[in-house]
């Protein structure tokens, strides 16, 4: 997961130096990012299904 102090006020995080990772903290890093991207892909999944329950209850906008 990000840490909250990556994320300016905009929303979008700062992008990392990476000139100044080893090969190791950068590895460390993509797994990090991966971590973070299955967390998101998942609320996705979760918002999209909720979605389609209201959907198919109401009727599609």
């Known amino acids: 997961m990000l840490d909250e102090e990556d994320k300016p006020a905009g929303g979008k995080p700062k992008p990392k130096n990476l000139d100044a990772m080893s090969v190791g903290e ?3 890093y993509v797994g990090m990012l ?3 991207i299955q967390r998101v892909q998942t609320e996705i999944a979760k918002k999209d299904a909720s979605k389609n329950a209201a959907e198919a209850l109401f009727g599609k906008k």
């Open 34 to 36: 991966e971590t973070e």
């Open 26 to 28: 950068l590895k460390e």
